[in-house]
């Protein structure tokens, strides 16, 4: 795991965590939002307009409505990031991270109208029968460029693990046994049948279940983030403060929380915020190719409203929680992750300005910071370390509190355990105590600051469930649209084997590893997509000036 992680850890750092992605990806949004004139600001009105049938034509090709499509792609974008996301992208970035992350919504808005219209305008009708859509088509029959749709279509099916599927189940089962001390190997299971159940039923299921399921969670969750929101009401206008506040200068040390730079909250919160809504990654166009629509441009309108939904709405609502509730800044008990673990030498306390300066440092990969990895032995009895001459960092922060197990169980250990380059060689011995924590843990600890006291986890719990749920649904679905694009439909239920099996395991396995696997997935998606639609850039903007005219002849008294 540890040598998968290294591989995945150098992936993110040349692609979704390099200084050049998140300029790339808002650099795309930005030039489309100024290059057609800011469609997510003069078309909001309209989109909502579109969303609710008010133009629908019954004859219309496609396999569902326009809001059955926006709900299906929105089950896919409103998941674990919303919940976990937010709460990893503070933890890393501190609370200017959330700025960024609604700078990557509000252009994100005019990248997927962008994306949605023109794979809308090139989907086809497979041999049985529905509609298939995507980047992968546009590419394919307007630019000509097989091999980048192959491509994409390979990067789909690869995100749909990434993004769809491996995160949303880690989230669930963390959350889950968190609350309700059920063990994540069998909410995996039960869930990864209920999964099977739900995708073998192809589009008009998916959609069927999805339209449901998302408007139930979006009320329950609001209700619980504004019951901690109004009881921490004093605290609102300093977490608006340090969202603005720390855009230009990064974010300080407070509490256990080390600081963050400028460079680490911009380029965590375009990241998460790019997970979040997906924007720009291709593929809600997927889900938005079936819906009744002869004009492509209709069905990108509705589009606009999902970075609107998922990432200005619901991500601030989760964001605001966090910061107002203050729980992202303390250290609560849990048991550690390897992944985040690393033991450096000298005693460092976090009291002292210098240990904090040079851990800051260390943290946030900035050069001349002077903290090295331990190398050497850590003497335990009964459980606890007691020599001295280094420093358990956890999370990001420095563990307090910290007992030695033998295989996680009740067993304390006793021992020498060595230590080489910061990492314990001893595989079965876990490390519990007291640090930072981050994900769904966090914000299931943040919704017990509220009116609800500690019922309030089980919304969290139960709006995880739901959101997480409905997006592994949707990925499914974006998953099996690619492998039909790949090798046909025949190769759908083989997909759909490994799709419900890669779900199960995901659910014990850890959780910062698969974080590091959705980060490249996303990347490895994004790219051919965002060189696809700028490729288009000129007739995406004849594609919208022909559908207000002919809009204006047949509604003439519309505006």
């Known amino acids: 795991m540890e040598f998968l992680q290294s591989i995945l850890t150098f992936l993110d750092g040349n692609l979704g965590g390099a200084v050049w992605f998140p300029y790339v990806l808002l650099g795309v949004g930005l030039f489309f939002t100024i290059y057609l004139k800011f469609p997510q600001v003069r078309y909001f009105k309209h989109a909502w307009k579109v969303v609710t049938g008010k133009y629908d034509k019954k004859d219309a090709a496609g396999d569902t409505t326009h809001f059955r499509a926006l709900a299906t792609a929105l089950s896919g974008t409103v998941g674990t990031g919303n919940i976990s996301g937010v709460a990893f992208a503070i933890f890393l970035g501190g609370p200017a991270a959330l700025f960024w992350m609604w700078a990557t919504a509000f252009l994100g808005m005019t990248t997927k109208f962008v994306e949605v219209t023109l794979s809308h305008k090139y989907r086809v009708k497979t041999e049985d029968g529905t509609m298939a859509g995507g980047p992968m088509y546009y590419m394919d029959r307007r630019l000509n460029m097989k091999w980048l749709a192959v491509a994409f279509a390979i990067a789909t099916v690869i995100s749909s693990f990434g993004t769809g599927n491996l995160p949303q189940s880690n989230g669930i089962a963390t959350s889950i046994e968190a609350t309700f001390g059920i063990e994540p190997w069998i909410v995996g299971s039960v869930l990864g049948i209920c999964l099977a159940l739900v995708i073998l039923g192809g589009i008009q299921r998916i959609a069927a279940v999805t339209s449901k399921i998302v408007p139930v969670m979006a009320v329950l969750y609001v209700i619980g983030a504004f019951a901690v929101i109004f009881a921490n009401i004093e605290n609102i206008g300093p977490a608006f403060a340090a969202i603005v506040g720390d855009i230009f200068t990064g974010s300080a040390a407070t509490g256990g929380f080390l600081g963050a730079t400028i460079a680490y909250a911009f380029n965590r919160g375009v990241n998460r915020g790019l997970f979040s809504n997906e924007a720009g990654q291709g593929s809600a166009p997927i889900a938005h190719a079936a819906a009744k629509a002869d ?56 009291t002292l300005e210098e240990d904090r300066h040079d851990l800051f440092k260390y943290l946030n990969q900035v050069s001349g910071h002077g903290v090295e990895h331990y190398n050497g032995n850590i003497e335990v009895v009964a459980g606890k370390a007691v020599n001295q001459g280094y420093t358990i960092i956890h999370a990001r922060s420095i563990a307090e509190d910290v007992v030695f197990t033998v295989g996680g169980d009740d067993d304390l250990y006793t021992g020498n355990l060595k230590v080489v380059d910061g990492d314990i060689l001893k595989d079965n011995i876990v490390l519990s105590g007291k640090s930072l924590i981050h994900s769904a843990a966090l914000t299931t600890k943040a919704f017990t600051r509220g009116y609800f006291g500690d019922y309030g986890q089980y919304i969290v719990s139960i709006g995880l469930l739901l959101f997480a749920f409905s997006t592994a649904i949707a990925w499914s679905y974006y998953g099996d649209r690619a492998m039909t694009y790949l090798l046909g439909p025949r190769s759908v239920m083989p997909y759909r084997v490994i799709y419900v099996a890669g779900f199960v395991w995901a659910s014990f396995s850890d959780t910062e590893l698969v974080w590091l696997m959705a980060s490249v997935a996303i990347v490895v998606m994004t790219l051919p997509n965002l060189f696809g639609i700028m490729m288009l850039r000129k007739e995406m903007k004849e594609t919208v000036d022909t559908y207000w005219e002919d809009f204006k002849k047949e509604f003439p008294n519309e505006k």
């Open 295 to 350: 004009e492509p441009v209709s069905e990108g309108m509705v589009s606009i409203l999902e970075p609107f939904i998922d990432t200005i709405l619901i991500c601030t609502l989760t964001g605001l929680v966090i910061l107002s509730s203050g729980v992202w800044q303390e250290k609560h008990q849990n048991v550690f992750e390897r992944t985040s673990l690393k033991i450096v030498e000298g005693n460092y306390n976090e």
